[in-house]
């Protein structure tokens, strides 16, 4: 059927041909372009047409033969030269359809010619794994690889045997044409019905070689709230306490990456810092919701007062996430954008107040686990430092704008702002001691009784209740 086809498709050629040579208004192209181009098509016809194959005069022009004898002689290097012009065409068909006519004027011989059907079958299963699928997915790149697999067994199996192979076919079908067909058609049948059996193998094989990523956990699933641990409000309320920290674990990055971020204007980083802000955000729910399931359980005293303390932790870990999300990083942000950048001087000194502010996050974690009451009135006590550091740097400012210094002047609301923020998350910081120092009894009922010089002086500013003096 393939010939009547093709002869049929010749007839069609010639009347397409001279549809082709009109101009789009149906008029005749010029004589001498239309001589020319019937001329060429004409030779392409007569070329593919099946009663000539082997008649016309090039191919007979023995340079050409001692060519294809040269390229073809051996069967590996047909299979390689087949799978290269398949890999360059995108197709086995196009190749096979090459391959028929070259056999049937003997060009190449029955052995040369299945090689080449072989190579051009191995050939369609490359362009799969170099193009298709996506690096980031290996399940994708499974089904490619695992044709390419298929396709070089079948060929390295049948290989050695092609000169048997080629002299059943030539008994079944003495027409070399119809035999590289029917060859084709006859190795992927086989194929499909060998690794229809082998599929299972195949696939346990292609997820080991190509094995599915290995997903990262979701950074705000809690890793130590365990449901189980409910009924028993001393361990729940240790596991609440550990999700804690792991949450201010992460607000400490965020605080370090927040400052690294506004110092070396890296816009890629501060993204990464805000879309933390979320994953604090889902772990101060998670534990919301974790210790109000167990508040309603009866609970005593002691364990209502740490439950209490949980949650007023978390809340303050998440309003210092908020702060570096909404506050600092938008000054980074505006700090690149206008690629400002901070005097020596302020750098150094919003540095020095940052590492300050660090160090007392690592305190109030102490306080937090140990209810230390000497390390609560250590955090308190660094209140007040904070505060005159501040100031001291605000007056260094202040005094770089008096210079008529340009960087300090670009950068004078960035470089407050930052210290107001980091002031404020101190003061979140510092929440952690209160309950601790009043359980201990280690605080005043009302800061009023101090002196109002005390006051004047600007211990009003602390929104806490005030730690007496140790007795000595």
């Known amino acids: 059927m393939i010939y009547k086809i093709d002869q049929g498709l010749v007839g069609l050629g010639y009347q397409g041909a001279d549809a082709y040579l009109k101009d789009e208004n149906g008029n005749p192209v010029p004589e001498t372009v239309r001589k020319e181009d019937m001329k060429a098509m004409q030779f392409w016809l007569e070329w593919h047409r099946p009663d000539t194959w082997g008649k016309h005069p090039k191919r007979n022009a023995p340079g050409v033969r001692a060519l294809l004898e040269a390229i073809t002689g051996e069967p590996v290097l047909c299979v390689l030269v087949a799978a290269a012009l398949t890999?360059?065409?995108?197709?086995?068909?196009?190749?096979?359809?090459?391959?028929?006519?070259?056999?049937?004027?003997?060009?190449?011989t029955p052995v040369a010619a299945l090689a080449l059907v072989l190579g051009a079958n191995l050939g369609s299963a490359i362009n799969p794994v170099l193009e298709g699928g996506s690096s980031s997915n290996p399940a994708s790149r499974r089904l490619p690889l695992g044709n390419l697999i298929n396709r070089v067994i079948g060929v390295v199996v049948v290989l050695p045997f092609l000169q048997p192979i080629a002299d059943a076919f030539t008994r079944l079908e003495p027409n070399p044409a119809r035999m590289a067909a029917d060859f084709h058609t006859a190795f992927n049948v086989a194929l499909a019905l060998v690794f229809i059996f082998l599929l299972d193998s195949l696939a346990w094989l292609l997820v080991r070689l190509l094995p599915d990523p290995v997903k990262s956990p979701d950074p705000s699933t809690p890793l130590y709230l365990d449901e189980t641990a409910i009924k028993t409000p001393s361990v729940a309320l240790a596991c609440a306490a550990r999700e804690t920290l792991h949450m201010?674990?992460?607000?400490?990055?965020?605080?370090?990456?927040?400052?690294?971020?506004?110092?070396?204007?890296?816009r890629k980083l501060a993204a990464e810092v805000s879309r933390m802000d979320n994953i604090v955000d889902g772990l101060d729910e998670a534990?919301?919701?974790?210790?109000?399931?167990?508040?309603?359980?009866?609970?005593?005293?002691?364990?209502?007062?740490?439950?209490?303390?949980?949650?007023?932790?978390s809340i303050n870990l998440e309003h210092i996430g908020d702060i570096i999300d909404k506050n600092l990083m938008e000054l980074a942000v505006k700090k690149i954008k206008h690629k400002y950048e901070f005097s020596k001087e302020g750098a150094k000194e919003l540095a020095a107040f940052h590492k300050r502010i660090v160090d007392n996050l690592k305190l109030a974690f102490s306080v937090f686990i140990n209810e230390d009451v000497k390390v609560a009135r250590t955090l308190i006590s660094e209140k007040t430092e904070v505060r005159t550091a501040e100031l001291a740097c605000a007056d260094s400012h202040l005094a770089r704008l008096r210079e008529g210094r340009p960087e300090s002047i670009e950068t004078s609301s960035l470089h407050l702002d930052v210290l107001r923020d980091l002031k404020r998350i101190h003061s979140h910081i510092c929440s952690v001691a209160y309950p601790v120092l009043e359980a201990a009894g280690k605080l005043q009922p009302n800061r009023l009784r101090d002196s109002e010089s005390a006051v004047m002086a600007g211990e009003g500013a602390s929104d806490a209740p005030k730690v007496p003096a140790q007795s000595s």
Do not use: C
Not at 258 to 265: E, S
Not at 288 to 309: F, I, N, P, Q
């Open 287 to 313: 534990i919301k919701l974790y210790v109000t399931k167990l508040t309603r359980e009866s609970l005593d005293d002691r364990d209502g007062r740490r439950a209490t303390e949980i949650i007023s932790f």
């Open 87 to 108: 890999w360059a065409t995108h197709s086995s068909a196009a190749v096979v359809l090459l391959v028929m006519p070259l056999a049937y004027s003997h060009f190449i």
């Open 248 to 266: 201010g674990d992460i607000v400490e990055s965020m605080l370090r990456n927040a400052m690294t971020a506004l110092m070396t204007n890296d």
